[in-house]
T-cell receptor, first 113, second 113 residues
Framework: DTGVSQNPRHKITKRGQNVTFRCDPI?????LYWYRQTLGQGPEFLTY????????KSRLLSDRFSAERPKGSFSTLEIQRTEQGDSAMYLC???????????FGDGTRLSIL | DAKTTQPPSMDCAEGRAANLPCNHS???????VYWYRQIHSQGPQYIIH???NNETNEMASLIITEDRKSSTLILPHATLRDTAVYYC??????????????FGKGTKLSVKP
């Protein structure tokens, strides 16, 4: 069990640029989740997939955000035209079923200059 | 909003038991209680979960009151490495929002030598 892997661990970019993060879930976990965490707050849910289907999206997921999981394995989260307020830790988690606990990666920290 | 209430901070002496309380007075019959912790700069780590009965694993014990309106996470012999923010979360795994872990601000546990 290699755990949930997220890349890159850190991303620094200028305002207005596009960024893409990758998440590799625990193998055989068919559910994959994205969260965002700002300083001093708990993680906030963004979206989740069951296999390749995106089943739920939070109102936090603006039109500039898009997530994919094309083959039901790894997932990508893209942010277009980044803004200062996008600076946060982006966390990915996976689980086998809805009851089984979600296991988190160590996140990608995004800093917008 | 989070459906749980936790004290913002607690201290514990190294080697002693740490008892972290959580109030979830509006919990419904299908909602499980999950506990996670987050050490600085890492993703949340799953600890334990339960529905009605008390649960124990290699990390901790979870005591849920008979009316299910509150619970206590017990770390039997706290070490310095247990210093973290602990989150108590209630989640309806069969409800419409199956992806959503709603984190509050948690309890910052400081284990002191």
């Amino acid at each position: 069990d290699t755990g949930v892997s997220q890349n890159p661990r850190h991303k620094i970019t200028k305002r207005g640029q596009n960024v893409t993060f990758r998440c590799d879930p625990i193998s055989e976990h068919n559910r994959l989740y994205w969260y965002r965490q700002t300083l001093g707050q708990g993680p906030e849910f963004l979206t989740y997939f069951q296999n390749e289907a995106q089943l739920e999206k939070s109102r936090l997921l603006s039109d500039r955000f898009s997530a994919e999981r094309p083959k039901g394995s790894f997932s990508t989260l893209e942010i277009q035209r980044t803004e200062q307020g996008d600076s946060a830790m982006y966390l990915c988690a996976s689980s086998m079923t809805g009851v089984q606990p979600q296991h988190f990666g160590d996140g990608t920290r995004l800093s917008i200059l | 909003d989070a459906k749980t209430t936790q004290p913002p901070s607690m201290d514990c002496a190294e080697g002693r038991a740490a008892n972290l309380p959580c109030n979830h007075s509006t919990i419904s019959g299908n909602e499980y209680v999950y506990w996670y912790r987050q050490i600085h700069s890492q993703g949340p780590q799953y600890i334990i979960h339960g529905l009605k009965n008390n649960e124990t694993n290699e990390m901790a014990s979870l005591i849920i009151t008979e009316d299910r309106k509150s619970s206590t996470l017990i770390l039997p012999h706290a070490t310095l490495r247990d210093t973290a923010v602990y989150y108590c979360i209630v989640r309806d795994v069969y409800g419409g929002s199956q992806g959503n872990l709603i984190f509050g601000k948690g309890t910052k546990l400081s284990v002191k030598p």
